[in-house]
């Protein structure tokens, strides 16, 4: 999990320490990083763990996006396009020195790129059956 944590303190500190929804400050809300994507609906070839899936979120917040569809999340945290959640040259290049310290494990095993952002944000993930139980927004 250490590289993940690396992941999310980059992800945390990219979203000003604050929550992406209700923008209440970690300290007076506890802050999780949320996956825009569920993990389990991202194919092997594509990384979940990349920041532009990701948003730091309270508890309260997080609960409500946690079983929407990605369109419904888009429009409750206001993002039109998720290249602006792309971290910048800076942060990408100091993330990747911190994961290249942590070494490879299972669960993220690529530096963070912008191509493979790009990749990941222009892809759906989702089909007919996923989306099933899903509620709209
Ligand atoms: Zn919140």
Do not use: W
């Not at 993940?4 to 980059?10: A, K, Q, R, T």
């Not at 949320?34 to 979940?48: F, G, Q, T």
Request: charged fraction near 35%; include cysteine.
């Amino acid at each position: 999990m250490q590289r993940f944590e690396e992941i999310s303190l980059s992800v945390r500190n990219r979203d000003a320490g604050r929550c992406r929804r209700c923008e209440e400050a970690e300290g007076d809300v506890r802050l999780s990083v949320h996956h825009l994507v569920p993990d389990s609906r991202v194919p092997d070839e594509y990384d979940a763990h990349l920041p532009v899936n990701l948003v730091s979120l309270c508890r309260s917040c997080h609960s409500e996006l946690e079983s929407r569809s990605l369109d419904a999340q888009l429009r409750i945290l206001d993002l039109a396009d998720r290249e602006e959640l792309m971290l910048s040259e800076a942060e990408r290049n100091a993330l990747n020195m911190r994961l290249n310290e942590v070494g490879p494990d299972e669960l993220t095993v690529k530096a963070i790129s912008k191509v493979e952002s790009m990749k990941f944000i222009g892809q759906d993930f989702t089909d007919d059956d996923s989306q099933r139980g899903l509620s709209e927004f």
